[in-house]
Protein backbone atom coordinates (compact mmCIF):
# COMPACT_ATOMS: atom_id res chain seq x y z
CA UNK A 1 0.00 0.00 0.00
CA UNK A 2 1.21 3.46 -0.80
CA UNK A 3 0.65 6.08 1.31
CA UNK A 4 1.22 9.80 0.25
CA UNK A 5 1.65 12.73 3.29
CA UNK A 6 1.13 16.33 2.45
CA UNK A 7 4.35 18.97 1.94
CA UNK A 8 5.27 19.00 6.04
CA UNK A 9 5.33 14.95 6.05
CA UNK A 10 8.10 12.88 5.09
CA UNK A 11 6.69 10.35 1.78
CA UNK A 12 6.68 7.01 2.62
CA UNK A 13 5.99 4.00 0.69
CA UNK A 14 5.23 0.12 0.73
CA UNK A 15 5.09 -0.65 4.45
CA UNK A 16 2.38 -3.55 3.84
CA UNK A 17 1.86 -5.68 0.66
CA UNK A 18 -1.33 -5.97 -1.60
CA UNK A 19 -2.30 -8.73 0.67
CA UNK A 20 -2.21 -7.32 4.11
CA UNK A 21 -3.60 -3.95 2.71
CA UNK A 22 -6.61 -6.28 1.71
CA UNK A 23 -6.77 -7.81 5.03
CA UNK A 24 -6.38 -4.38 6.87
CA UNK A 25 -9.23 -2.87 3.80
CA UNK A 26 -11.52 -6.10 5.49
CA UNK A 27 -11.19 -4.79 8.98
CA UNK A 28 -13.40 -1.92 7.98
CA UNK A 29 -15.66 -3.64 5.87
CA UNK A 30 -17.74 -6.92 6.22
CA UNK A 31 -15.54 -8.36 8.62
CA UNK A 32 -15.26 -5.55 11.25
CA UNK A 33 -18.10 -6.56 13.35
CA UNK A 34 -16.68 -9.79 14.64
CA UNK A 35 -13.14 -8.30 14.59
CA UNK A 36 -12.89 -6.45 18.22
CA UNK A 37 -14.99 -6.54 21.61
CA UNK A 38 -17.10 -3.87 20.81
CA UNK A 39 -18.91 -5.63 17.44
CA UNK A 40 -22.37 -5.69 19.53
CA UNK A 41 -22.69 -2.31 20.14
CA UNK A 42 -22.42 -1.70 16.50
CA UNK A 43 -24.86 -4.28 15.69
CA UNK A 44 -27.65 -2.73 17.86
CA UNK A 45 -27.42 0.69 15.92
CA UNK A 46 -30.62 0.55 13.78
CA UNK A 47 -30.87 4.33 13.44
CA UNK A 48 -28.00 4.44 11.38
CA UNK A 49 -30.05 4.41 8.28
CA UNK A 50 -33.24 6.63 9.55
CA UNK A 51 -32.41 9.26 9.27
CA UNK A 52 -35.62 11.44 7.12
CA UNK A 53 -35.17 12.51 3.37
CA UNK A 54 -33.92 15.72 2.46
CA UNK A 55 -36.54 17.15 0.00
CA UNK A 56 -35.54 19.67 -2.89
CA UNK A 57 -31.50 18.92 -2.06
CA UNK A 58 -30.18 20.45 -5.74
CA UNK A 59 -27.08 18.16 -7.40
CA UNK A 60 -24.08 19.96 -6.28
CA UNK A 61 -21.72 21.23 -8.96
CA UNK A 62 -18.07 19.22 -8.97
CA UNK A 63 -16.33 22.07 -7.31
CA UNK A 64 -18.91 22.11 -4.06
CA UNK A 65 -18.70 18.39 -3.41
CA UNK A 66 -16.04 18.78 -1.03
CA UNK A 67 -18.44 21.21 1.16
CA UNK A 68 -21.35 18.76 1.37
CA UNK A 69 -22.40 18.58 4.67
CA UNK A 70 -22.44 14.38 5.81
CA UNK A 71 -26.07 14.98 5.62
CA UNK A 72 -26.66 16.35 2.38
CA UNK A 73 -23.66 13.71 0.83
CA UNK A 74 -25.51 11.07 3.02
CA UNK A 75 -28.88 12.26 0.87
CA UNK A 76 -27.11 12.18 -2.75
CA UNK A 77 -25.68 8.85 -1.94
CA UNK A 78 -28.41 7.33 -0.58
CA UNK A 79 -30.69 8.04 -3.65
CA UNK A 80 -27.74 7.50 -5.89
CA UNK A 81 -27.39 10.73 -7.34
CA UNK A 82 -23.48 11.10 -6.15
CA UNK A 83 -21.06 8.02 -6.07
CA UNK A 84 -18.62 7.73 -2.99
CA UNK A 85 -15.96 7.56 -5.34
CA UNK A 86 -16.79 10.45 -6.95
CA UNK A 87 -17.00 12.56 -3.53
CA UNK A 88 -13.51 10.85 -2.55
CA UNK A 89 -11.74 12.15 -6.19
CA UNK A 90 -13.40 15.52 -5.46
CA UNK A 91 -12.09 15.55 -1.84
CA UNK A 92 -8.42 14.36 -2.19
CA UNK A 93 -8.06 16.70 -5.79
CA UNK A 94 -8.94 19.51 -2.85
CA UNK A 95 -6.45 18.05 -0.52
CA UNK A 96 -3.75 18.09 -3.08
CA UNK A 97 -4.67 21.77 -4.50
CA UNK A 98 -4.44 23.38 -1.10
CA UNK A 99 -3.66 20.96 2.19
CA UNK A 100 0.27 21.99 1.99
CA UNK A 101 -0.81 25.32 2.82
CA UNK A 102 -2.85 24.72 6.07
CA UNK A 103 0.00 21.76 6.73
CA UNK A 104 -3.83 20.19 7.58
CA UNK A 105 -2.59 16.12 6.93
CA UNK A 106 0.12 13.92 8.21
CA UNK A 107 -0.38 11.39 6.00
CA UNK A 108 -2.97 11.41 2.99
CA UNK A 109 -4.24 7.33 2.32
CA UNK A 110 -5.20 7.51 -1.06
CA UNK A 111 -4.82 4.42 -1.96
CA UNK A 112 -6.94 3.04 1.24
CA UNK A 113 -9.53 5.56 1.14
CA UNK A 114 -10.22 5.28 -3.00
CA UNK A 115 -10.61 1.46 -2.28
CA UNK A 116 -12.99 1.88 0.26
CA UNK A 117 -14.85 4.34 -1.55
CA UNK A 118 -15.01 1.48 -4.55
CA UNK A 119 -16.13 -0.96 -1.88
CA UNK A 120 -18.80 1.33 -0.71
CA UNK A 121 -20.63 2.31 -4.25
CA UNK A 122 -20.12 -1.99 -4.93
CA UNK A 123 -22.12 -2.21 -1.44
CA UNK A 124 -24.89 0.02 -2.07
CA UNK A 125 -25.34 -0.53 -5.73
CA UNK A 126 -26.00 -3.80 -4.64
CA UNK A 127 -28.76 -2.88 -1.86
CA UNK A 128 -26.22 -2.97 1.06
CA UNK A 129 -26.80 1.02 2.19
CA UNK A 130 -25.46 1.19 5.51
CA UNK A 131 -26.72 4.33 6.68
CA UNK A 132 -25.78 8.45 6.52
CA UNK A 133 -21.72 7.62 6.81
CA UNK A 134 -21.66 5.11 3.91
CA UNK A 135 -19.24 6.53 1.80
CA UNK A 136 -18.44 9.57 3.15
CA UNK A 137 -14.57 11.07 3.41
CA UNK A 138 -13.45 11.47 7.28
CA UNK A 139 -10.11 12.47 8.21
CA UNK A 140 -8.31 11.38 11.81
CA UNK A 141 -6.62 12.99 14.26
CA UNK A 142 -3.13 10.82 14.02
CA UNK A 143 -3.17 9.65 17.43
CA UNK A 144 -6.10 7.51 16.24
CA UNK A 145 -4.55 3.85 15.47
CA UNK A 146 -4.83 2.37 12.33
CA UNK A 147 -4.07 -0.88 10.94
CA UNK A 148 -1.02 -0.48 8.81
CA UNK A 149 -0.80 3.54 8.36
CA UNK A 150 1.34 5.44 10.40
CA UNK A 151 -0.01 6.90 13.49
CA UNK A 152 2.45 9.95 14.81
CA UNK A 153 0.64 11.51 17.64
CA UNK A 154 2.27 14.77 15.78
CA UNK A 155 6.06 13.61 17.10
CA UNK A 156 9.14 11.89 15.68
CA UNK A 157 9.28 9.95 19.08
CA UNK A 158 6.76 7.77 16.61
CA UNK A 159 7.51 8.58 13.42
CA UNK A 160 8.00 4.52 12.71
CA UNK A 161 4.71 3.58 14.39
CA UNK A 162 2.58 1.55 12.48
CA UNK A 163 -0.30 -0.53 14.44
CA UNK A 164 -1.53 -3.24 13.51
CA UNK A 165 -4.92 -2.97 14.69
CA UNK A 166 -7.55 0.03 14.24
CA UNK A 167 -8.91 1.96 17.43
CA UNK A 168 -12.06 1.33 18.70
CA UNK A 169 -13.26 4.04 17.32
CA UNK A 170 -12.11 3.69 13.58
CA UNK A 171 -13.56 0.13 13.45
CA UNK A 172 -16.30 2.00 14.39
CA UNK A 173 -16.90 4.35 12.15
CA UNK A 174 -15.32 1.75 8.98
CA UNK A 175 -18.25 -0.24 9.63
CA UNK A 176 -20.46 2.03 9.08
CA UNK A 177 -19.28 2.63 5.90
CA UNK A 178 -16.81 6.09 6.48
CA UNK A 179 -14.01 6.54 3.90
CA UNK A 180 -10.67 7.55 5.79
CA UNK A 181 -8.95 9.73 3.54
CA UNK A 182 -5.73 10.56 5.92
CA UNK A 183 -4.31 11.42 9.36
CA UNK A 184 -4.30 15.32 10.47
CA UNK A 185 -1.72 17.32 11.58
CA UNK A 186 -1.80 18.29 15.70
CA UNK A 187 -0.20 19.55 18.93
CA UNK A 188 2.77 16.82 19.61
CA UNK A 189 1.04 14.03 21.50
CA UNK A 190 -2.11 16.31 22.05
CA UNK A 191 0.02 18.99 24.44
CA UNK A 192 -1.19 22.24 23.56
CA UNK A 193 -3.83 24.29 22.38
CA UNK A 194 -2.16 25.90 19.75
CA UNK A 195 -1.10 23.17 16.99
CA UNK A 196 2.51 24.74 16.58
CA UNK A 197 4.26 21.22 15.60
CA UNK A 198 7.96 21.27 14.99
CA UNK A 199 8.36 18.76 13.49
CA UNK A 200 5.23 18.31 10.51
CA UNK A 201 5.01 22.40 10.30
CA UNK A 202 1.76 24.46 11.90
CA UNK A 203 -1.60 23.95 11.33
CA UNK A 204 -3.06 27.10 9.86
CA UNK A 205 -7.19 28.16 10.25
CA UNK A 206 -7.92 28.70 7.03
CA UNK A 207 -9.97 31.53 7.67
CA UNK A 208 -6.57 33.29 8.18
CA UNK A 209 -3.00 31.43 7.10
CA UNK A 210 -0.52 32.66 9.76
CA UNK A 211 -3.32 32.40 12.49
CA UNK A 212 -3.37 29.29 14.72
CA UNK A 213 -6.17 26.58 13.94
CA UNK A 214 -6.27 25.77 17.88
CA UNK A 215 -5.14 22.23 19.38
CA UNK A 216 -4.62 20.03 20.14
CA UNK A 217 -7.05 18.79 16.98
CA UNK A 218 -6.16 21.52 14.72
CA UNK A 219 -5.30 19.70 11.87
CA UNK A 220 -8.80 18.22 11.84
CA UNK A 221 -10.31 21.60 12.68
CA UNK A 222 -8.50 23.23 9.33
CA UNK A 223 -9.10 19.84 6.82
CA UNK A 224 -12.97 20.01 7.81
CA UNK A 225 -13.05 23.96 7.59
CA UNK A 226 -11.20 23.93 3.96
CA UNK A 227 -12.72 20.85 2.53
CA UNK A 228 -10.50 18.88 2.97
CA UNK A 229 -12.63 16.26 4.68
CA UNK A 230 -16.68 15.98 5.88
CA UNK A 231 -15.68 15.66 9.20
CA UNK A 232 -12.82 14.42 11.05
CA UNK A 233 -12.76 12.90 14.76
CA UNK A 234 -10.37 14.45 17.46
CA UNK A 235 -9.43 14.83 21.10
CA UNK A 236 -10.24 16.78 23.98
CA UNK A 237 -8.28 17.02 27.39
CA UNK A 238 -8.78 20.64 28.45
CA UNK A 239 -10.78 21.73 25.08
CA UNK A 240 -8.64 20.03 22.42
CA UNK A 241 -11.62 19.84 20.00
CA UNK A 242 -13.67 22.53 21.15
CA UNK A 243 -11.03 25.49 20.74
CA UNK A 244 -10.39 24.16 17.08
CA UNK A 245 -13.82 24.50 16.21
CA UNK A 246 -14.63 27.54 17.14
CA UNK A 247 -10.80 28.60 15.40
CA UNK A 248 -12.10 27.32 12.35
CA UNK A 249 -15.91 27.43 12.45
CA UNK A 250 -16.28 23.71 13.38
CA UNK A 251 -19.02 22.25 15.29
CA UNK A 252 -17.16 19.86 17.91
CA UNK A 253 -18.46 17.70 20.57
CA UNK A 254 -16.99 16.61 23.58
CA UNK A 255 -19.07 13.62 24.84
CA UNK A 256 -19.67 13.00 27.99
CA UNK A 257 -16.38 10.85 29.37
CA UNK A 258 -16.71 7.08 28.73
CA UNK A 259 -19.11 7.76 25.62
CA UNK A 260 -16.69 7.03 23.16
CA UNK A 261 -14.20 4.40 23.81
CA UNK A 262 -10.19 5.68 24.36
CA UNK A 263 -8.66 1.94 23.47
CA UNK A 264 -6.39 2.59 19.97
CA UNK A 265 -6.22 6.24 21.01
CA UNK A 266 -2.81 7.91 22.03
CA UNK A 267 -3.35 9.56 25.31
CA UNK A 268 -2.53 12.83 26.96
CA UNK A 269 -4.04 12.16 30.72
CA UNK A 270 -6.56 9.00 30.70
CA UNK A 271 -9.05 10.13 33.02
CA UNK A 272 -9.30 13.73 31.05
CA UNK A 273 -9.20 12.18 27.74
CA UNK A 274 -12.39 12.33 25.33
CA UNK A 275 -12.79 11.51 21.72
CA UNK A 276 -15.59 12.73 19.58
CA UNK A 277 -16.87 13.85 16.05
CA UNK A 278 -15.60 17.73 14.65
CA UNK A 279 -17.59 18.45 11.35
CA UNK A 280 -19.38 21.40 9.55
CA UNK A 281 -22.72 21.31 11.30
CA UNK A 282 -24.30 19.65 14.79
CA UNK A 283 -26.14 17.42 12.74
CA UNK A 284 -22.94 16.36 11.23
CA UNK A 285 -21.73 15.55 14.45
CA UNK A 286 -25.02 14.08 15.54
CA UNK A 287 -24.43 11.45 12.79
CA UNK A 288 -20.80 10.76 13.64
CA UNK A 289 -21.45 10.05 17.10
CA UNK A 290 -24.02 7.88 16.32
CA UNK A 291 -21.43 5.51 14.98
CA UNK A 292 -18.93 6.08 17.19
CA UNK A 293 -20.00 6.22 20.54
CA UNK A 294 -20.99 2.97 22.44
CA UNK A 295 -19.42 0.29 25.13
CA UNK A 296 -16.25 -0.91 24.53
CA UNK A 297 -15.10 -3.34 27.16
CA UNK A 298 -11.85 -3.29 26.18
CA UNK A 299 -11.37 0.41 27.35
CA UNK A 300 -11.45 0.86 31.39
CA UNK A 301 -12.62 3.80 30.87
CA UNK A 302 -15.41 3.54 28.77
CA UNK A 303 -18.80 3.59 30.72
CA UNK A 304 -21.68 0.48 29.70
CA UNK A 305 -24.59 2.92 29.05
CA UNK A 306 -26.75 2.80 26.14
CA UNK A 307 -26.33 3.76 23.34
CA UNK A 308 -28.29 6.85 21.96
CA UNK A 309 -29.68 7.77 18.71
CA UNK A 310 -28.19 11.48 19.29
CA UNK A 311 -30.33 12.73 15.78
CA UNK A 312 -33.36 11.57 17.56
CA UNK A 313 -34.53 15.17 18.80
CA UNK A 314 -32.55 17.78 16.18
CA UNK A 315 -35.93 18.91 15.35
CA UNK A 316 -37.76 19.78 18.45
CA UNK A 317 -36.09 23.29 18.80
CA UNK A 318 -35.48 24.90 22.24
CA UNK A 319 -39.22 25.71 23.31
CA UNK A 320 -39.50 25.56 26.63
CA UNK A 321 -35.78 24.45 27.82
CA UNK A 322 -34.35 26.16 30.22
CA UNK A 323 -30.51 27.66 29.32
CA UNK A 324 -27.91 29.25 31.48
CA UNK A 325 -25.46 31.69 30.41
CA UNK A 326 -22.46 31.49 32.67
CA UNK A 327 -22.00 34.47 34.61
CA UNK A 328 -17.99 33.91 35.84
CA UNK A 329 -17.55 33.32 31.84
CA UNK A 330 -18.89 36.36 30.83
CA UNK A 331 -17.31 38.90 33.11
CA UNK A 332 -13.81 37.07 32.81
CA UNK A 333 -11.47 39.81 32.06
CA UNK A 334 -9.87 37.94 29.10
CA UNK A 335 -13.10 37.69 27.56
CA UNK A 336 -12.44 39.67 24.19
CA UNK A 337 -15.47 41.96 23.34
CA UNK A 338 -16.33 41.08 19.72
CA UNK A 339 -16.99 37.40 21.12
CA UNK A 340 -18.66 38.81 23.92
CA UNK A 341 -21.53 40.66 21.39
CA UNK A 342 -21.24 37.39 19.60
CA UNK A 343 -22.11 35.20 22.60
CA UNK A 344 -25.03 37.87 23.70
CA UNK A 345 -26.58 37.70 20.25
CA UNK A 346 -26.81 33.92 20.20
CA UNK A 347 -28.24 33.66 23.22
CA UNK A 348 -30.61 36.30 22.38
CA UNK A 349 -31.75 34.33 19.64
CA UNK A 350 -32.38 31.17 21.27
CA UNK A 351 -34.88 33.26 23.86
CA UNK A 352 -36.84 34.39 21.08
CA UNK A 353 -36.93 30.82 19.40
CA UNK A 354 -38.65 30.07 22.96
CA UNK A 355 -36.15 29.24 25.14
CA UNK A 356 -35.80 30.35 28.99
CA UNK A 357 -32.46 31.87 29.55
CA UNK A 358 -30.99 32.95 32.53
CA UNK A 359 -27.42 33.23 34.43
CA UNK A 360 -25.36 31.16 36.41
CA UNK A 361 -22.37 30.77 38.55
CA UNK A 362 -20.14 27.87 38.42
CA UNK A 363 -19.02 27.15 42.16
CA UNK A 364 -15.54 26.48 42.82
CA UNK A 365 -14.25 27.61 39.15
CA UNK A 366 -10.85 28.26 40.57
CA UNK A 367 -10.51 24.97 42.34
CA UNK A 368 -11.68 22.97 39.37
CA UNK A 369 -9.37 24.40 37.26
CA UNK A 370 -6.57 23.78 38.88
CA UNK A 371 -6.59 20.30 39.15
CA UNK A 372 -6.15 20.31 35.25
CA UNK A 373 -2.30 21.02 35.60
CA UNK A 374 -1.48 18.06 37.94
CA UNK A 375 -3.58 15.28 36.35
CA UNK A 376 -2.09 15.94 32.71
CA UNK A 377 1.25 16.28 33.86
CA UNK A 378 1.25 13.06 35.82
CA UNK A 379 -0.47 10.56 33.93
CA UNK A 380 1.67 12.04 30.96
CA UNK A 381 4.63 11.39 32.18
CA UNK A 382 3.80 7.81 33.43
CA UNK A 383 2.73 7.12 29.33
CA UNK A 384 6.55 8.96 28.32
CA UNK A 385 8.43 7.37 30.90
CA UNK A 386 9.73 4.15 28.61
CA UNK A 387 10.55 6.76 25.93
CA UNK A 388 11.98 10.66 28.00
CA UNK A 389 15.35 8.88 27.98
CA UNK A 390 15.55 6.17 24.53
CA UNK A 391 13.92 8.91 22.24
CA UNK A 392 14.76 11.58 23.71
CA UNK A 393 15.63 13.48 20.56
CA UNK A 394 12.33 12.65 18.72
CA UNK A 395 10.54 14.92 21.17
CA UNK A 396 10.40 18.91 20.61
CA UNK A 397 12.78 20.34 23.54
CA UNK A 398 10.29 22.40 25.23
CA UNK A 399 7.74 19.35 25.41
CA UNK A 400 10.68 16.63 26.78
CA UNK A 401 11.70 19.47 29.32
CA UNK A 402 7.98 19.67 30.65
CA UNK A 403 7.68 15.73 30.59
CA UNK A 404 11.03 15.75 32.54
CA UNK A 405 9.75 18.20 35.30
CA UNK A 406 6.75 16.55 36.17
CA UNK A 407 8.51 13.81 37.52
CA UNK A 408 9.40 15.82 40.59
CA UNK A 409 5.77 16.57 41.29
CA UNK A 410 4.56 15.49 44.54
CA UNK A 411 2.28 12.57 44.98
CA UNK A 412 0.08 14.31 47.14
CA UNK A 413 -0.35 16.72 44.94
CA UNK A 414 -1.75 14.53 42.14
CA UNK A 415 -4.03 12.69 44.84
CA UNK A 416 -5.66 16.00 46.11
CA UNK A 417 -5.97 16.86 42.08
CA UNK A 418 -8.48 13.39 41.60
CA UNK A 419 -10.25 14.32 45.10
CA UNK A 420 -11.05 17.89 43.81
CA UNK A 421 -12.26 16.20 40.50
CA UNK A 422 -14.39 13.43 42.22
CA UNK A 423 -16.21 16.30 44.20
CA UNK A 424 -16.34 18.41 40.59
CA UNK A 425 -18.40 15.96 38.99
CA UNK A 426 -21.08 15.65 41.95
CA UNK A 427 -21.07 19.73 42.43
CA UNK A 428 -21.60 19.44 39.33
CA UNK A 429 -24.07 17.16 38.53
CA UNK A 430 -25.83 18.50 41.11
CA UNK A 431 -25.65 22.03 39.20
CA UNK A 432 -26.95 20.87 36.27
CA UNK A 433 -30.40 19.51 37.45
CA UNK A 434 -31.53 23.07 37.49
CA UNK A 435 -30.88 23.46 33.80
CA UNK A 436 -30.95 21.67 30.83
CA UNK A 437 -27.43 23.07 29.11
CA UNK A 438 -25.29 26.03 30.20
CA UNK A 439 -24.14 28.50 27.49
CA UNK A 440 -20.92 30.24 27.26
CA UNK A 441 -18.13 31.47 24.59
CA UNK A 442 -15.89 28.86 23.99
CA UNK A 443 -13.04 30.35 23.87
CA UNK A 444 -12.21 34.16 24.97
CA UNK A 445 -10.69 35.26 21.95
CA UNK A 446 -10.47 34.29 18.02
CA UNK A 447 -7.42 32.69 16.64
CA UNK A 448 -3.92 34.62 17.15
CA UNK A 449 -1.18 34.68 14.77
CA UNK A 450 1.87 32.29 14.75
CA UNK A 451 4.57 34.97 14.74
CA UNK A 452 4.77 36.31 17.36
CA UNK A 453 2.12 33.89 19.16
CA UNK A 454 0.82 36.24 21.73
CA UNK A 455 2.10 34.60 24.81
CA UNK A 456 -0.44 34.33 28.08
CA UNK A 457 -3.42 33.42 26.18
CA UNK A 458 -5.61 31.07 28.22
CA UNK A 459 -6.92 29.18 25.21
CA UNK A 460 -8.76 26.79 27.56
CA UNK A 461 -10.27 28.96 30.38
CA UNK A 462 -13.59 28.12 29.57
CA UNK A 463 -13.67 24.49 28.27
CA UNK A 464 -11.55 22.97 30.65
CA UNK A 465 -14.16 22.47 33.75
CA UNK A 466 -16.11 20.25 31.00
CA UNK A 467 -13.06 17.68 30.88
CA UNK A 468 -12.51 17.77 34.46
CA UNK A 469 -16.33 16.99 34.92
CA UNK A 470 -16.76 15.19 31.97
CA UNK A 471 -19.70 16.73 30.84
CA UNK A 472 -20.91 16.60 26.92
CA UNK A 473 -20.09 19.83 25.42
CA UNK A 474 -20.04 21.57 21.89
CA UNK A 475 -18.79 24.25 20.06
CA UNK A 476 -20.56 25.80 17.16
CA UNK A 477 -19.66 28.83 15.30
CA UNK A 478 -21.77 32.03 16.30
CA UNK A 479 -20.08 34.72 14.04
CA UNK A 480 -16.86 36.24 13.14
CA UNK A 481 -15.09 39.59 13.62
CA UNK A 482 -14.30 42.25 11.42
CA UNK A 483 -11.19 40.59 10.49
CA UNK A 484 -12.92 37.33 9.15
CA UNK A 485 -12.65 35.31 12.24
CA UNK A 486 -14.62 32.46 13.33
CA UNK A 487 -16.05 33.18 16.75
CA UNK A 488 -17.70 29.93 18.97
CA UNK A 489 -20.65 29.41 20.87
CA UNK A 490 -20.08 26.45 23.57
CA UNK A 491 -23.21 24.61 24.91
CA UNK A 492 -22.91 22.23 28.12
CA UNK A 493 -25.64 19.49 29.13
CA UNK A 494 -25.77 16.57 31.82
CA UNK A 495 -24.16 13.63 31.95
CA UNK A 496 -25.32 11.37 29.03
CA UNK A 497 -26.90 14.12 27.70
CA UNK A 498 -25.44 14.48 24.18
CA UNK A 499 -28.90 14.42 22.81
CA UNK A 500 -30.28 17.99 24.48
CA UNK A 501 -26.32 19.54 23.53
CA UNK A 502 -26.74 19.15 19.52
CA UNK A 503 -30.40 19.34 20.04
CA UNK A 504 -29.47 22.92 20.89
CA UNK A 505 -27.00 23.36 18.44
CA UNK A 506 -29.15 22.12 15.54
CA UNK A 507 -31.73 24.75 16.11
CA UNK A 508 -29.64 27.80 16.38
CA UNK A 509 -28.08 26.89 13.03
CA UNK A 510 -31.21 26.94 11.74
CA UNK A 511 -31.57 30.24 12.77
CA UNK A 512 -28.17 31.31 11.75
CA UNK A 513 -25.75 30.59 8.35
CA UNK A 514 -22.78 31.49 10.60
CA UNK A 515 -21.87 27.45 9.88
CA UNK A 516 -22.55 27.88 6.06
CA UNK A 517 -20.36 30.15 5.26
CA UNK A 518 -16.27 28.97 3.50
CA UNK A 519 -13.04 30.02 4.35
CA UNK A 520 -11.35 32.00 1.67
CA UNK A 521 -9.15 29.46 0.03
Same mark, same amino acid.
Given at each position: ??????????????????????????? *????????????????????? *??????????????????????????????????????????? +???????????????????????????????????? $??????????????? +????? $? #??????????????????????????????????????????????????????????????????????????????????????????? /???? &???????????????????????????????????????????????? #????????????????????????????????????????????????????????????????????????????????????????????????????? *? *??????? /??????????? #??????????????????????????? +???????????????? &?? +??????????????????????????????? $??????????????????????????????????
Amino acid at each position: MALTSGTTARLFQSWVSRREFLKWTAL *GLAGTAGAFTGASSVRARPWL *GSLPPLPHLPQPAQADLPYLTIREAAELIRTRRLSPVELTEAV +LQRVDSISSRLNAYITVTREWAMELARTAEAEITRG $GYRGPLHGIPIGLKD +LYDTA $G #VLTTAGSKVLADNVPTDHATAVHFLLWAGAVVVGKHNMHEFASGFTNINPHFGNAHTPYKLGHISGGSSGGTAAAVAAGLCLGGMGSDTAG /SIRV &PSSFCANSGIKPTYGRVSLKGVVPLSWTLDHTGPMARTAEDAAIMLNA #VAGYDPSDPHSVNVPAEDYTADLRRGVRGLRLAVIKNYMDDSVLDAEVKGAVERATDTLRAAGATVMEATLPHLPEIRAVTGPIIRGERASYHAPWVTARA *G *GYDPALL /SGIRASYGDSA #VTLVNAHLTRTRAIRIYDALMEQYDAL +LCPTTPMVAPTMSPLP &PG +LLYGQFTGAWDVTGLPALSVPCGYTADGLPM $GLEIIGRRWGERTVLRIGHAYQQMTDWHTRRPPL
